[in-house]
């Protein structure tokens, strides 16, 4: 079963309310999951800037409760000598750890928001709630223009221990940050990449235009004449 939630046009209000407009969307975002889990449904969910090269879903193995990649964009030399030990922030390998990274500088890990795996466990809808509860505890102002990331984040780190988290290999499922900036790294990892994610940069036509640059976009090549 697909469930779509489509983010309303905002595209001539002012810059502050359209921020506003997408923090109160993903707010609602969240419920929504959570209803669909406690329907007993599996949840499948990413951001539309992601280009999908291959089938994700033999890297969704075993029985975890929730799936998530890394929004890290360190770089090693050697991808394949990297060891567990071989910088604060390394590029994963194919065979890295699992486990929920360490946090970084703020307390917090810094694992993307915008590709998830959840089963309809309960260690998944107790993150859900926890994320939900973290949000609301970070109120969007024009001060303070917050998003669903450190949330997530957050909860996932003040759940750890009682949820079954599984951290995807970044070889497979690499952030913009990394594939866009790092053409060594694109090229040591060629034929690895599942799903590449169009983050660390802003703008409906700019990133287009990156995946345009980088060969990434069949839009045209498979759209439909009316």
Not at 30 to 55: C, F, K, R
Not at 66 to 77: A, E, R, S
Not at 79 to 89: A, Q, R, V
Not at 201 to 226: M, P, S
Request: glycine share 6%; aromatic share 14%.
């Amino acid at each position: 079963m697909l469930f779509l939630f489509r983010l309303p046009r905002m595209l001539k209000l002012p810059i502050s309310s359209v921020l506003r407009g997408f923090f109160n969307f993903i707010s609602q975002r969240l419920s929504h999951l959570l209803y669909i889990l406690e329907l007993g449904y599996s949840v499948m969910y990413n951001d539309v800037d992601m280009v999908w090269m291959a089938d994700p879903f033999p890297y969704l193995e075993g029985d975890h409760d929730v799936y998530f990649t890394d929004d890290m964009t360190g770089y090693q030399m050697s991808l394949i000598s990297c060891s567990n030990n071989c910088g604060m922030y390394p590029v994963k390998p194919l065979n890295h750890f699992h486990d929920l990274p360490p946090p970084g500088k703020k307390g917090r890990t810094h694992i993307c928001s915008c590709m998830i795996y959840m089963r309809p466990t309960d260690g998944t809808k107790l993150v859900m709630k926890k994320w939900i509860e973290e949000l609301q505890d970070q109120p969007w102002s024009n001060v303070k223009k917050s998003n669903d990331q450190p949330a997530f984040n957050w909860a996932l780190n003040r759940t750890a221990a009682q949820v079954d988290l599984y951290l995807l290999p970044q070889a497979a499922f690499p952030t913009g940050g990394l594939y866009f900036k790092n053409q060594t790294w694109v090229q040591e990892t060629k034929g690895l990449h599942v799903i590449i994610h169009n983050n660390y940069i802003t703008g409906f036509e700019k990133k287009i235009k990156c995946f345009r640059d980088f060969g990434l976009w069949f839009v045209d090549d498979y759209a439909v004449l009316e």
